[in-house]
């Protein structure tokens, strides 16, 4: 009697869907993983991004002319929108201390505070705000 050498056409087949139903249910576990991994990594891009632009703010109203007109020089990027409060000392809103956005330099009126309560908004392509960072800001010292 001869011997066996190898597997028949059937055995490789049964092998084959065994393995192919595995890869299957391993693949459509990991999917949403990708899926957390991409909206994690947005989150993350928006986040640098508001922080980047509070950061920003922070060195420009080093000046004390700067901080008063509640200005900066700079373009903020399309897809970012920025709120200052005025604060009093006790970071209470004051009266009227409210604008939605930053006027250029050379067009602001003074409108000095204690304090500036700036919030930064980044936003996706669908209009979704995908990170809103505030940073209390006190009046530079002459």
Same mark, same amino acid.
């Given at each position: ?50 922080? @980047?632009?509070?950061? /920003?703010?922070?060195? =420009?109203?080093? $000046?004390k002319n700067k901080y008063d007109k509640s200005c900066v020089d700079l373009t903020l990027p399309a897809n970012a929108t920025v709120q200052v409060q005025k604060l009093d000392q006790r970071l209470h809103p004051m009266a009227g201390g409210h ?13 000095? @505070?204690?304090?500036? /309560?700036?919030?930064? =908004?980044?936003? $996706? ?18």
């Amino acid at each position: 009697m001869r011997a066996r050498s190898g597997f028949s056409l059937i055995e490789v087949l049964v092998a084959a869907a065994i393995f192919t139903f595995l890869m299957l249910a391993v693949t459509q576990s990991l999917i949403p993983l990708f899926h957390v991994t991409r909206e994690t990594r947005v989150q993350t891009d928006a986040n640098q991004e508001a922080q @980047a632009l509070l950061e /920003r703010i922070r060195s =420009e109203w080093r $000046d004390k002319n700067k901080y008063d007109k509640s200005c900066v020089d700079l373009t903020l990027p399309a897809n970012a929108t920025v709120q200052v409060q005025k604060l009093d000392q006790r970071l209470h809103p004051m009266a009227g201390g409210h604008s939605t956005h930053l006027p250029d330099c050379s067009s602001a009126t003074p409108d000095p @505070a204690p304090v500036k /309560r700036v919030t930064v =908004e980044i936003k $996706d392509r669908r209009g979704r705000v995908r990170a809103r960072l505030s940073l209390d800001i006190p009046e530079p010292k002459p």
